[in-house]
């Protein structure tokens, strides 16, 4: 059974920076296209930055230039580095992977993500 932990959130100030972590056990997932979506209070879940298994990347134009997505296959841990934060950057943060393996498309709708991390909270104050 694939588990998915982030790790790395926390309290910034604004034009700070947090590094996300997401570790995955259960299976290796170094052949799938793995994300990072957040989701503020009182909106729905939204696509921040995928990166496959090639490392072929895309991210959200609120956080282009921003943020960085990379993955390190050996740990099996995907990584999100943000920068320059902002307030409506505040989030719990979820870590996600698509199921089938070798699929070199970044997919922007969460419900094609079969497995989820429990979230991680961001908060940047202004």
């Known amino acids: 059974q694939v588990q998915l932990m982030e790790s790395g959130g926390g309290l910034v100030q604004a034009g700070g920076s947090l590094r996300l972590s997401c570790a995955a056990s259960?299976?290796?997932?170094?052949?799938?296209?793995m994300g990072w979506f957040r989701q503020a209070p009182g909106k729905e879940r939204e696509f921040v930055a995928g990166?496959?298994?090639?490392?072929?990347?895309a991210y959200a134009d609120s956080v282009k230039g921003r943020f960085t997505i990379s993955r390190d296959n050996a740990q099996n841990t995907v990584y999100l580095q943000m920068n320059s934060l902002k307030s409506e950057d505040t989030a719990v943060y979820y870590c996600?992977?698509?199921?089938?393996?070798?699929?070199?498309?970044?997919?922007?709708?969460?419900?094609?993500?079969?497995?989820w991390g429990q979230g991680t909270q961001v908060t940047v104050s202004s």
């Open positions: 996600t992977a698509v199921e089938r393996p070798r699929f070199a498309v970044i997919l922007l709708d969460a419900h094609e993500y079969k497995y």
């Open positions: 259960g299976r290796t997932l170094s052949s799938n296209t």
């Open positions: 990166i496959t298994w090639i490392r072929t990347t």
